[in-house]
């Protein structure tokens, strides 16, 4: 690079065409790589299709509503997510609770609706969760012995081990003594909503991973955090302002057409009126679309990259005239209804109410029409929360995200790629590439840093000192 003044964001000259690098895709992968490139004072493009930032964890306005796509929460344990969020200026927007704290309600009961806590105690682990599975109420006493056993077998899996992957993980809890209500009441609460996808359909060596590092490594890994404010505020608003900082161009509403490789061995990325010469590319958007934009020979095996299933997310918006829950959020169990929030005030609702339920491997939801999941879900919401049965509905609406993340099944280890492609020059960057976690805003911040440090290494440039490192990691 020469030693003159950076351009202006948004301002190119011939010499930044030709050198630097273009990151394609403006979610989370793709905000990170932009920023740890651009911090080691690499020249940056960021070319986003659609008109703002953020991936598939952004907002949108709704009359005087702004409304999260879907709720997402980190834990802890994400280190890299809370690392982004301090890199944006954003963690005070997305805090985290103080200690573990989750609210379990159940419908199954004879008795009728009864209510649970999973939560965390100021011990080392496992004794910091031991109090509280004793506790359990939705669990025979023989359920939560054999949960201890089963996460003490869980704790001693070796994650590096690739034949984990091949397994699935409900047929090893049921190997490890798990009832049929203990994986329903308490492995698949947490594995349905970090995973997205139910013990018998997700990898052995990814839930074990999920496990092993939210509520086995360390005794506040598994504290929740979830942003305050929409999500758009961190992900389109706060992340523009940092990448603009750090001297990105940043480029919505450019989708781009074709990436290939130049004679001199750079990179041309074109976009409807524009090409753009560049020493590096990371492509951090989905599968399929980085299968289309692949050169030939980039990967051994680039139809592995369309065998990487994907599973969807529904989330069912329901305003009320007059608050009815008391609480931030609560698990349900006995109902089709998984997970509720409280999303009144970050949304701008000034009096009633506004629940969001979020509901994950959602495959036989997801293309309902609204009256039908109306119908479905209301009267739920109505044994779980008593307060909603004499209130009014003001606004029912859904937001469907039919491809959310990779499905996490058996044996998908095998097709997720690494940040290195075999195009010199060329990077690959998103939550389905091969992170170690499952499709997680955790997994997308990770996988830029990955195609960053690539890309860097190749760029002959010195990682910045204010980049995530991995040995941090819980």
Same mark, same amino acid.
């Not at 999260?68 to 969020?85: E, I, K, M, S």
């Not at 959310?404 to 997720?416: K, S």
């Given at each position: ?24 895709? *403006?979610?989370?992968?793709? +905000? ?8 080691? &004072? ?43 969020? &301090?890199? +944006? ?104 909503? #970090?995973?997205?996808? /139910? ?69 041309? /990325? ?27 020979? @980039? ?10 299933? #994907? ?81 009014? +509905? ?16 058996? *044996? ?20 389905? #590439? ?9 997994? @997308? ?27 941090? @990691? @819980?």
């Amino acid at each position: 690079m020469s030693d003159g003044a950076r351009p202006a964001p948004g301002q190119r000259t011939p010499e930044s065409a030709a050198r630097g690098a273009v990151v394609i895709g *403006g979610g989370l992968a793709g +905000i990170t790589a932009a920023l740890a490139l651009a911090d080691a &004072d690499v020249r940056v493009t960021l070319l986003e299709g659609r008109p703002r930032l953020g991936g598939l964890a952004f907002s949108f306005q709704r009359g005087e509503l702004t409304v999260d796509n879907g709720q997402h929460v980190y834990l802890r344990c994400c280190t890299a997510y809370r690392w982004f969020l &301090d890199r +944006i200026e954003g963690a005070a927007l997305a805090p985290l609770q103080d200690r573990l704290d989750v609210p379990v309600v159940d419908l199954a009961k004879p008795e009728g609706r009864r209510l649970g806590r999973l939560r965390r105690d100021p011990l080392p682990v496992p004794l910091h969760l031991g109090r509280s599975l004793a506790a359990y109420p939705h669990l025979s006493l023989a359920e939560r012995a054999s949960v201890g056993r089963a996460a003490l077998a869980l704790k001693g899996l070796d994650l590096a081990d690739p034949t984990l992957d091949t397994q699935d993980f409900g047929s090893w809890l049921a190997a490890h003594g798990q009832s049929a209500r203990a994986i329903e009441a308490l492995w698949d609460l947490v594995g349905v909503a #970090t995973l997205n996808a /139910v013990a018998g359909d997700s990898s052995l060596g990814l839930a074990a991973m999920v496990f092993k590092t939210g509520l086995l490594s360390d005794p506040g890994a598994a504290d929740i955090g979830w942003a305050h404010v929409p999500l758009g505020e961190l992900h389109d608003r706060l992340a523009r302002k940092a990448l603009d900082s750090a001297g990105v161009r940043t480029e919505v509403r450019s989708r781009v057409t074709s990436v290939s490789v130049m004679e001199n061995g750079g990179w041309r /990325v074109e976009v409807p009126g524009e090409r753009i010469e560049t020493d590096a590319v990371v492509l951090a958007v989905p599968q399929r679309e980085a299968y289309e934009l692949l050169p030939p020979g @980039a990967l051994d095996a680039p139809e592995r990259l369309l065998e990487i299933g #994907t599973a969807p997310i529904l989330n069912v918006h329901v305003v009320y005239d007059r608050k009815v829950l008391a609480r931030p959020f609560f698990a349900a169990l006995g109902t089709p209804v998984q997970w509720v929030f409280d999303r009144t005030h970050a949304s701008g609702l000034r009096s009633g109410q506004y629940l969001a339920l979020s509901q994950s491997a959602a495959q036989d939801d997801i293309d309902l029409p609204v009256a039908e999941l109306r119908a479905r879900y209301v009267p739920e919401l109505e044994k779980l929360l008593p307060g909603t049965r004499g209130a009014v +509905i003001e606004d029912f609406f859904v937001t469907r995200e039919r491809t959310a993340t990779f499905a996490p099944t058996p *044996g998908v280890g095998r097709l997720r790629p690494g940040a290195r492609t075999k195009a010199s020059g060329l990077y690959l960057a998103g939550a389905w #590439t091969a992170t170690g976690w499952p499709a997680t805003m955790e997994s @997308a911040v990770r996988s830029g840093v990955s195609a960053a440090d690539a890309a860097l290494r190749a760029l002959g440039r010195p990682r910045p000192s204010r980049l995530f490192a991995f040995e941090e @990691a @819980a």
